[in-house]
């Protein structure tokens, strides 16, 4: 994250996000006063520092902006697989493969497809070779 004077930036493929109400901004705001926190108006303002703030992931991926809090390759991967995919998505398929594994080849195929690009994507941005 880049401060200068009231502008702060996010860092490559990151966003900002308010800790105070975990609201989601751009990848550069102007600090200042705001009138608002955890949707609560605030007559006399708050005035926002860079320590209100940190950077979370934000990017694009497969024509979907994602934004992710994920710390670790792990935690992104499976937020970028549930982009797609629902945990109960992932488990009905892995049911329906135990029960008719031919029936379910492909959309088993699709699931690894889908599963590779997010491993490869969290890899390229955790600098992971």
Not at 51 to 64: M, P, Q, R, S
């Amino acid at each position: 994250m880049e401060i200068n004077n009231n502008r702060l930036t996010a860092s490559t493929n990151k966003v900002l996000k308010c800790k105070i109400d975990n609201i989601i901004y751009s990848n550069e705001i102007t600090m200042g006063k705001t009138f608002y926190r955890n949707g609560t108006y605030v007559p006399e303002g708050i005035q926002t520092t860079a320590n209100d703030y940190e950077e979370i992931w934000g990017f694009d991926f497969e024509n979907t902006f994602v934004t992710s809090d994920a710390k670790t390759y792990e935690q992104l991967t499976t937020d970028l697989i549930r982009v797609k995919y629902s945990l109960d998505a992932e488990l009905a398929l892995l049911a329906n493969i135990r029960t008719d594994a031919n029936k379910y080849k492909q959309e088993e195929a699709d699931f690894q497809t889908w599963r590779t690009k997010c491993k490869q994507k969290a890899k390229e941005l955790f600098n992971i070779n």
